[in-house]
């Protein structure tokens, strides 16, 4: 039985210690998957922190280049109202001018219709004075005609 009683004991202790290797390994295995699990996860946020900047660089790239277009809008509008400005005065100047113009054309209107009634009154006067000097030249006639028949009588 001291046979048996040892081969029970080394078996017991051969269990013992397979089933303490086997549950070290067991717990080793399961902090390895663990650590190579955390690990993985770092990893894994690394990568995902890294497209996250690059992302980030390029909104802010966009966003200075908006901000640059949106800059470049604003100076051209600033230009553009500045024309548009000019643009307004050089139509008031030249509607000024216009109406200076328009009214001067209406006095010189105003003027030849005042001068053609003068030519008219002057035709008048001028047709008149031929009618009075044609009766005076009849009448001179007339009177040197009877002035010379009485004086060769």
Same mark, same amino acid.
């Given at each position: 039985?001291?046979?048996?009683?040892?081969?029970?004991?080394?078996?017991?202790?051969?269990?013992?210690?397979?089933?303490?290797?086997?549950?070290?390994?067991?717990?080793?295995?399961?902090?390895?998957?663990?650590?190579?699990?955390? @690990?993985?996860?770092?990893?894994?946020?690394?990568?995902?922190?890294?497209?996250?900047?690059?992302?980030?660089?390029?909104?802010?790239?966009?966003?200075?280049?908006?901000?640059?277009?949106?800059?470049?809008?604003?100076?051209?509008?600033?230009?553009?109202?500045?024309?548009?400005?000019?643009?307004?005065?050089?139509?008031?100047?030249?509607?000024?001018? @216009?109406?200076?113009?328009?009214?001067?054309?209406?006095?010189?209107?105003?003027?030849?219709?005042?001068?053609?009634?003068?030519?008219? @009154?002057?035709?008048?006067?001028?047709?008149?004075?031929?009618?009075?000097?044609?009766?005076?030249?009849?009448?001179?006639?007339?009177?040197?005609?009877?002035?010379?028949?009485?004086?060769?009588?």
């Amino acid at each position: 039985m001291k046979k048996l009683t040892s081969l029970l004991a080394v078996i017991s202790v051969f269990t013992a210690s397979g089933l303490g290797y086997v549950t070290y390994k067991n717990i080793a295995v399961s902090n390895n998957t663990k650590e190579e699990s955390m @690990l993985n996860k770092i990893k894994s946020i690394k990568e995902d922190l890294k497209n996250r900047e690059l992302e980030l660089r390029n909104i802010q790239k966009t966003l200075n280049d908006n901000e640059n277009k949106k800059n470049e809008l604003n100076n051209q509008i600033n230009r553009l109202d500045a024309n548009i400005s000019n643009l307004n005065s050089k139509e008031q100047a030249n509607k000024n001018r @216009l109406d200076k113009l328009n009214a001067n054309l209406v006095e010189i209107n105003n003027e030849i219709d005042s001068d053609k009634q003068n030519i008219l @009154l002057k035709e008048n006067e001028i047709n008149n004075l031929k009618t009075q000097v044609k009766e005076t030249k009849k009448l001179l006639i007339t009177i040197l005609n009877n002035f010379f028949k009485k004086k060769m009588n």
